[in-house]
């Protein structure tokens, strides 16, 4: 009876062993095999909380990144559309001088209108799916595509071009930064569309007061007037060349921060990595030494068996 007794015991003690030792070697292979601690927080113990708060962090810091990332590439498109819009403002300027210089003015009115629905064109550009310029407004083209050289030179004509919202977009670039990073069409082209329509209203009225019939030839005087309507488009040109480095600034700050929140993620990886990691070589020493452990305990529990009291009987 003792020696029943005895064995059940060591039964019991053996197959505790090969739990425990089973138990082991499933963690170890796990870790060896993730490189992680485990899989939830009560598997980093006492760090638990400052794992939490890291990957809160890290979760927000991809955030931005991934925000600025697209931000980046709106303000590119936005500097290729201001940029424009300044080139059409050149263009438009030419056209008068060059009619001014050579006294012919037959497709004066032709070219203004193509330079001002390259400008409507410019304006209402979108990115991703959203006007650039609406100033809020993204679902609505902040200029109305019927707008024309005729339209323009209505009473309020300029003004009822712009559909876009009062306030220019902004962004939060981190967590304590929100900056503007739009343009509204009406601050980018109202001072061009004043210019052509103060050069298409004039011409209008000349052409009005020569019997409805186009100016094709200019007088000295026509010269002299549209020669004093020219410094309108400089003042237009100068001013989008002011939007035009102001959105560069953006880039800058903007690129400077995503620099800063990339290595605040390096920093933030490495700082989980401390807390969750797995030394990889120990990771390795740990699960061969649970797997030794195991067939030790199988070999033990083999053993035992081969000398129990059945096994005894049996032998006899």
């Given at each position: 009876?003792?020696?029943?007794?005895?064995?059940?015991?060591?039964?019991?003690?053996?197959?505790?062993?090969?739990?425990?030792?089973?138990?082991t070697?499933?963690?170890?292979?796990?870790?060896y095999?993730?490189?992680k601690?485990?899989?939830?927080?009560?598997a980093?113990?006492?760090?638990?909380?400052?794992v939490?708060?890291?990957?809160?962090l890290?979760?927000?810091?991809n955030?931005?990144?991934?925000?600025?990332?697209?931000l980046?590439?709106?303000?590119?498109?936005?500097?290729?559309?201001?940029?424009?819009v300044?080139?059409i403002?050149?263009?438009?300027?030419?056209?008068?001088?060059?009619?001014?210089?050579?006294?012919?003015?037959?497709?004066?009115?032709?070219e203004?209108q193509?330079?001002?629905?390259?400008?409507?064109s410019?304006?209402?550009?979108q990115f991703?799916?959203?006007?650039?310029?609406?100033?809020?407004?993204t679902?609505?083209?902040?200029?109305?595509?019927?707008?024309?050289?005729?339209?323009?030179?209505?009473?309020?004509?300029?003004?009822?071009?712009?559909?876009?919202?009062?306030?220019?977009?902004?962004?939060?670039i981190?967590?304590?930064?929100?900056?503007?990073?739009?343009?509204?069409?009406s601050?980018?082209?109202?001072?061009l569309?004043n210019a052509?329509s103060?050069?298409?209203?004039?011409?209008?009225?000349?052409?009005t007061?020569?019997?409805?019939?186009?100016?094709?030839t200019l007088?000295?005087?026509?010269t002299?007037?549209?020669?004093?309507?020219?410094?309108?488009?400089?003042?237009?040109?100068?001013?989008v060349?002011?939007?035009?480095?102001?959105?560069?600034?953006?880039?800058?700050?903007?690129?400077a921060?995503?620099?800063?929140?990339?290595?605040r993620q390096?920093?933030?990886?490495?700082?989980?990595?401390?807390?969750?990691?797995?030394?990889?070589?120990?990771?390795?020493?740990?699960?061969?030494?649970?797997?030794?452990?195991?067939?030790?305990?199988?070999?033990?529990?083999?053993?035992?068996?081969?000398?129990?009291?059945?096994?005894l009987?049996?032998?006899?």
């Amino acid at each position: 009876m003792m020696n029943a007794i005895s064995t059940s015991a060591s039964y019991q003690s053996v197959l505790l062993n090969i739990m425990n030792a089973q138990s082991t070697e499933q963690t170890d292979q796990q870790q060896y095999s993730t490189g992680k601690l485990g899989n939830d927080l009560e598997a980093f113990s006492g760090v638990a909380s400052q794992v939490t708060a890291a990957q809160s962090l890290q979760a927000q810091t991809n955030t931005f990144v991934q925000n600025n990332s697209a931000l980046g590439d709106q303000l590119t498109v936005q500097d290729q559309t201001l940029s424009q819009v300044a080139t059409i403002t050149e263009n438009a300027r030419t056209a008068v001088a060059d009619a001014v210089s050579t006294g012919d003015a037959s497709s004066l009115t032709t070219e203004l209108q193509s330079q001002l629905s390259q400008a409507v064109s410019a304006l209402n550009t979108q990115f991703n799916g959203q006007y650039l310029f609406s100033g809020g407004a993204t679902g609505t083209a902040p200029v109305a595509t019927s707008t024309s050289v005729t339209s323009i030179t209505n009473p309020g004509g300029v003004a009822a071009a712009f559909q876009n919202g009062d306030e220019p977009t902004q962004s939060r670039i981190d967590a304590d930064t929100r900056i503007t990073t739009g343009f509204t069409a009406s601050s980018v082209g109202t001072d061009l569309f004043n210019a052509l329509s103060a050069v298409s209203t004039y011409m209008q009225a000349q052409q009005t007061a020569n019997g409805g019939q186009p100016i094709t030839t200019l007088s000295a005087t026509q010269t002299a007037t549209l020669t004093g309507l020219l410094s309108n488009f400089d003042s237009a040109y100068t001013a989008v060349n002011n939007q035009v480095a102001q959105n560069g600034l953006v880039q800058d700050q903007v690129s400077a921060t995503q620099t800063s929140l990339q290595a605040r993620q390096t920093a933030l990886t490495n700082t989980l990595g401390d807390l969750t990691d797995v030394d990889q070589a120990q990771a390795a020493t740990n699960l061969q030494l649970a797997q030794t452990a195991l067939q030790a305990s199988a070999q033990v529990f083999s053993t035992l068996n081969s000398t129990s009291l059945l096994s005894l009987l049996d032998a006899h």
